[in-house]
């Protein structure tokens, strides 16, 4: 099992940005894959973005291409997530999220952090 810790969410005015960190702990040494996504009030969990912890290749929802980037530190055991050209749709809680060598699915969560853009 591995633990997560997100920080770096917070209140941002429309075109802003914020830089959200993720720490992981425990067995470290199993992740496969690290990956973003959000959820608003009576709506479903979406997936915004993920990077494969070895090789670094990463992937992105539609709506955030462009304005968001993932990104890792190994030695850190830490991904990122960069959020520019923030919009009000944006907000959401942020939730990071392990996936571990032999597993298909995320499994593993961290508690989230908030996000807020105004317009």
């Known amino acids: 099992q591995v633990q997560l810790v997100e920080s770096g969410g917070g209140l941002v005015q429309a075109g802003g940005s914020l830089r959200l960190s993720c720490v992981a702990s425990?067995?470290?040494?199993?992740?496969?894959?690290m990956g973003w996504f959000r959820q608003t009030p009576g709506k479903e969990r979406e997936f915004v973005a993920d990077i494969n912890w070895s090789g670094g290749s990463t992937y992105y929802e539609d709506f955030v291409k462009g304005r968001f980037t993932i990104s890792r530190d190994n030695a850190k055991n830490t991904v990122y997530l960069q959020m520019n050209s923030l919009k009000p749709e944006d907000t959401a809680v942020y939730y990071c999220?392990?996936?571990?060598?032999?597993?298909?699915?995320?499994?593993?969560w961290g508690q989230g952090t908030q996000v807020t853009v105004s317009s």
């Open positions: 999220a392990a996936r571990l060598t032999g597993s298909d699915s995320y499994e593993d």
């Open positions: 425990g067995r470290t040494f199993s992740i496969a894959a």
